[in-house]
């Protein structure tokens, strides 16, 4: 029905920059929100950035001032994010998932979720 593909991950040292995208595709009427979430070994998953319908980008305390998250608004690539990650710290290592939820015929709030993509920051 809604397929998430993500890529950009990797091993990084720290200080250095990754850029991670995600491009959402199938069934969909609408994108409600769209962003990535993370989940490092040991620990629960945790929000890291979030993009809704209008615009309006939330971040994780942790990440702010660091990452930037946008959206492809191009025609053809309108449910694309970007999540760019500067001044990686080893503490960023963890699996980025991607998330979206959207709005299909059947479910008008539809949670979608990628495979991961694995960020490890050396120090």
């Known amino acids: 029905q809604v397929q998430l593909v993500e890529s950009g991950g990797g091993l990084v040292q720290a200080g250095g920059s990754l850029t991670l995208s995600c491009a959402a595709s199938g069934s969909i009427l609408s994108v409600n929100v769209m962003g990535w979430y993370r989940q490092a070994s040991g620990k629960q998953r945790e929000l890291v950035a979030h993009?809704?319908?209008?615009?309006?980008?939330?971040?994780?305390d942790s990440v702010k001032g660091r990452f930037t998250l946008s959206r492809d608004n191009a025609k053809n690539a309108k449910n694309t994010v970007y999540l760019q990650m500067n001044s990686l710290k080893p503490e960023d290592t963890a699996v980025y998932l991607c998330?979206?939820?959207?709005?299909?015929?059947?479910?008008?709030?539809?949670?979608?979720w990628g495979q991961g993509t694995l960020v490890t920051v050396s120090s």
């Open positions: 993009i809704t319908s209008g615009g309006i980008t939330n971040y994780a």
């Open positions: 998330n979206a939820v959207v709005s299909t015929l059947y479910d008008p709030n539809l949670d979608a």
